[in-house]
């Protein structure tokens, strides 16, 4: 079973541009994730479907400031122009033959 | 637009018995695979349940195999999840969300609280 690894935090500046980083476990290096987004008080939300080839497919309504990448293992998620409503919980998901896991997930603050 | 609206969380006492639903509306229920996924504070999002979109097959975390139970009326628009021998660690907010691949939708949320 795929283990999803993320940093417990990061921060950027209102405007500027973060990178948040999902590492899958050994073995698993070729899977496609999924990212999801999560602001305080709220159900998470579908941001975007990531395959190891870096191609991915967001979900209806997401801006464009979000895009999606994968380098080997790790699967990122590029914020640009930061916004106040960005500040929220990012979490990746993947899945295997009977079982889905979670990362642990980021929580993203703006300065 | 898509809707997922789930209810029937609680307060319930260890070892007893609850029953959470999952309304669909806005998209072709019979045809899309569905899950039960958990979050606490601590412990993130756990994935609960899946099950396909004709019921044909199931799958559980381990942390649930043999205490839950997940089914689906797709005449009915609804999914359901029988949560019996609650523990108290199974206190969380209980989300349906669709997808077969990647979930690419969540519902609200219900809040289930198991407590003597």
């Known amino acids: 079973q795929p283990v999803l690894t993320q940093s417990s935090s990061a921060s950027a500046s209102l405007g500027s541009s973060v990178k948040l980083t999902c590492t899958l476990s050994?073995?698993?290096?070729?899977?496609?994730i999924a990212w999801h987004q999560q602001q305080p008080g709220k159900a998470p939300r579908y941001l975007m479907k990531l395959e190891n080839s870096g191609s991915y497919n967001k979900g209806s309504g997401i801006p464009d400031r979000f895009s999606g990448s994968s380098s080997g293992a790790d699967r990122y998620l590029t914020i640009s122009n930061l916004q106040s409503e960005d500040e929220a919980d990012y979490y990746c998901?993947?899945?295997?033959?009977?079982?889905?896991?979670f990362g642990g997930g980021t929580t993203l603050t703006v300065l | 637009q898509v809707q997922l609206v789930e209810s029937g969380g609680g307060v319930v006492q260890p070892g007893g018995s609850l029953r959470v639903s999952c309304a669909a509306s806005?998209?072709?229920?019979?045809?899309?695979?569905m899950h039960w996924v958990r979050q606490t504070p601590d412990k993130g999002l756990e994935w609960v349940a899946f099950i396909r979109y004709d019921g044909g097959s199931i799958d559980y975390a381990d942390s649930v195999k043999g205490r839950f139970t997940i089914s689906r009326d797709n005449t009915d628009n609804t999914l359901y999840l029988q949560m019996n021998s609650l523990r108290v660690d199974d206190t969380a907010v209980y989300y349906c969300?669709?997808?077969?691949?990647?979930?690419?939708?969540w519902g609200q949320g219900t809040l289930v609280t198991v407590s003597s």
């Open positions: 969300a669709r997808g077969a691949q990647a979930i690419d939708f």
């Open positions: 050994s073995g698993h290096s070729s899977y496609i």
């Open positions: 806005g998209f072709t229920f019979s045809t899309s695979g």
């Open positions: 998901e993947t899945w295997d033959t009977n079982a889905r896991v």
